[in-house]
């Protein structure tokens, strides 16, 4: 097992793409500094009387609602990659066991996944705290990092969740188009349309959602998310597992069954 994490770990850090995505990643830390200092911008120019009105989007959880989409689709691209070039066989040629492929293909990508998520959600953090320091501006939390890092955890690891499930869509599917629209669909187009639905199941089913699994998991809840918080963190744990268990499990079946 360590022979297959060692060489998927090379094709990973070897793709282009895979930079690509981690650039996109900063990118996007880069526009929560912006949005951070054109908050400011606002919060200043508004009268004293105003500016209690000023609300805006949690920093880190934005990082977080897009930083899931590139990951995800960082995840699409490590293994439909091998599909496009053909290499796949070779891979399964010296590796026969399409299990053990898939389990450590889907290792490397879940640590990547969850070590850039937080690095970028902390970075976001430390950009807001610095650019923001002590105006009250509603929506930005003024809590110290140690009290945060529930919460940061709970982001990273959906991020490495949103991966993974792009990762076994990409198995399934073997192809990066439908796997990317899949995820797209799930990430964007899910959450809008389960808030049309007519409560109380517009709560019940936001809250299974992978967009809405993290504030439960950390127990803080999700004041600006379109899913519910009716899930304690034990049970977001669980319903954040199923959302990767069973993806990849019919991906494995899939898999071994299948024709390279």
Same mark, same amino acid.
Request: with cysteine.
């Given at each position: 097992?360590?022979?297959?994490?060692?060489a998927?770990?090379?094709?990973?850090?070897?793709?282009r793409?895979?930079?690509?995505?981690?650039?996109?990643?900063?990118?996007?830390?880069?526009?929560?500094?912006?949005?951070?200092?054109?908050?400011?911008?606002?919060?200043?120019?508004? =009268?004293?009387?105003?500016?209690?009105?000023?609300?805006?989007?949690?920093?880190p959880?934005?990082?977080?609602?897009?930083?899931?989409l590139?990951?995800?689709?960082?995840?699409?691209?490590?293994?439909s990659?091998?599909?496009?070039?053909?290499?796949?066989?070779?891979?399964?040629?010296?590796?026969?066991?399409?299990? $053990?492929?898939?389990?450590?293909?889907?290792?490397?990508?879940?640590v990547?996944?969850?070590?850039?998520?937080?690095?970028?959600?902390?970075?976001?953090?430390? +950009?807001?705290?610095?650019?923001?320091?002590?105006?009250?501006?509603?929506?930005?939390?003024?809590?110290?990092?140690? $009290?945060?890092?529930?919460?940061?955890?709970?982001?990273?690891?959906?991020?490495?969740?949103?991966?993974?499930?792009?990762?076994?869509?990409?198995?399934?599917?073997?192809?990066?188009?439908?796997?990317?629209?899949a995820?797209?669909?799930?990430?964007?187009?899910? =959450?809008?349309?389960?808030?049309?639905?007519?409560?109380?199941?517009n709560? $019940?089913?936001g809250?299974?959602?992978?967009?809405?699994?993290?504030?439960?998991? +950390?127990?803080?809840?999700?004041?600006?998310?379109?899913?519910?918080?009716?899930?304690?963190?034990?049970?977001?744990?669980?319903?954040?597992?199923?959302?990767? +268990?069973?993806?990849?499990?019919?991906?494995?079946?899939?898999?071994?069954?299948?024709?390279a």
């Amino acid at each position: 097992m360590i022979d297959a994490l060692a060489a998927e770990w090379l094709k990973l850090r070897t793709l282009r793409s895979t930079f690509v995505v981690l650039g996109v990643v900063g990118v996007v830390v880069a526009l929560m500094a912006l949005l951070a200092w054109y908050a400011v911008h606002l919060w200043e120019g508004l =009268p004293p009387g105003r500016r209690d009105r000023l609300e805006v989007s949690s920093l880190p959880e934005l990082a977080n609602w897009l930083a899931s989409l590139c990951l995800a689709v960082l995840g699409v691209l490590a293994f439909s990659g091998e599909y496009g070039t053909g290499m796949i066989r070779t891979t399964f040629t010296v590796l026969p066991s399409r299990g $053990r492929v898939l389990a450590a293909k889907a290792s490397v990508v879940a640590v990547v996944a969850f070590c850039t998520g937080l690095a970028a959600v902390l970075a976001t953090y430390a +950009a807001g705290r610095l650019i923001i320091g002590d105006r009250p501006i509603r929506g930005q939390s003024a809590e110290e990092l140690s $009290r945060q890092m529930p919460l940061f955890l709970a982001l990273s690891l959906s991020i490495a969740m949103f991966a993974l499930l792009g990762l076994c869509l990409a198995a399934i599917t073997r192809s990066a188009v439908a796997a990317v629209a899949a995820l797209v669909a799930v990430w964007y187009v899910l =959450p809008i349309v389960v808030n049309n639905v007519p409560a109380p199941w517009n709560e $019940r089913i936001g809250s299974i959602l992978p967009g809405a699994l993290a504030g439960q998991l +950390a127990g803080t809840g999700n004041p600006q998310s379109l899913g519910g918080a009716l899930l304690s963190p034990l049970a977001a744990l669980a319903v954040t597992v199923a959302w990767v +268990a069973v993806p990849y499990t019919v991906a494995a079946v899939l898999l071994a069954r299948r024709d390279a």
